[in-house]
């Protein structure tokens, strides 16, 4: 089983629509990161969390929000879908102070 | 803007050759990582270096850091077909700062 699971995998939905992407980890792991990936862009942090009762907005969180719902939960929601938003979106975990992180296999979201 | 940038953007080498990659940044840095991604699927951590290192090693893997030019080298010797994937380089700029990833390097090797 992974241990970063993202669902659902592939989504499209219309403008306007609110979605909600969800990210559960077995490492037992404390920060938890939501990244968005577009073509010739890299990775970009959406959002990201040290512990359960923190939450940090990212470079680009704008029409963003995110709950930590337990350690092991960490879900992102666009609250009114735009086309803009159409990316391939990553889940990703790390332990301690400058250790690696871990990824989910993503997200596909297009929204028309 | 970026804090890494790889160099070159796409690299199509035949298999057995070696492949090297490069990543510049911008600020210092507390450590550099190397990450891949196989189409469709999430980056894998390959290897870290920390500012006081110079080289690493892992496997078939070489990572050369110079912090006085701000860039770092990953090195892939005996390129297999399965090495075919994007590349990415993620600078941290210090303990509790975020990863900054670079846009990514697509390497493709011919069997």
């Known amino acids: 089983d992974a241990d970063v699971t993202q669902t659902p995998r592939n989504r499209i939905t219309k403008t306007g629509k609110r979605i909600m992407l969800e990210c559960s980890q077995t490492k037992g792991h404390d920060r938890m990161y939501w990244y968005r990936q577009d073509p010739g862009l890299g990775l970009r942090l959406i959002y990201y969390s040290f512990d359960v009762k923190d939450i940090n907005k990212g470079e680009i969180s704008d029409g963003y929000s995110v709950s930590r719902q337990a350690q092991a939960k960490f879900s992102l929601s666009l609250e009114s879908a735009i086309p803009n938003q159409t990316a391939l979106y990553f889940c990703?975990?790390?332990?301690?102070?400058?250790?690696?992180?871990?990824f989910g296999d993503g997200t596909r979201l297009s929204i028309l | 803007s970026q804090q890494g940038e790889e160099d070159p953007q796409a690299l199509s080498i035949q298999e057995g050759e070696n492949a090297t990659m490069n990543c510049s940044y911008k600020?210092?840095?507390?450590?550099l990582q190397w990450y891949r991604q196989n189409s469709g699927r999430g980056l894998v951590h390959l290897i870290l270096i920390r500012s006081n290192e110079r080289e690493k090693h892992s496997g078939r893997l070489r990572v050369t850091l110079d912090t006085s030019k701000k860039s770092s080298s990953l090195l892939i010797t005996a390129s297999r077909a399965a090495d075919t994937a994007s590349y990415f380089c993620?600078?941290?700029?210090?303990?509790?700062?975020?990863?900054?990833f670079g846009k990514g390097i697509t390497l493709s090797v011919r069997p």
């Open positions: 993620a600078s941290r700029t210090g303990a509790n700062s975020k990863l900054t």
């Open positions: 990703a975990t790390s332990g301690v102070v400058n250790q690696p992180q871990h």
């Open positions: 600020t210092s840095i507390n450590n």
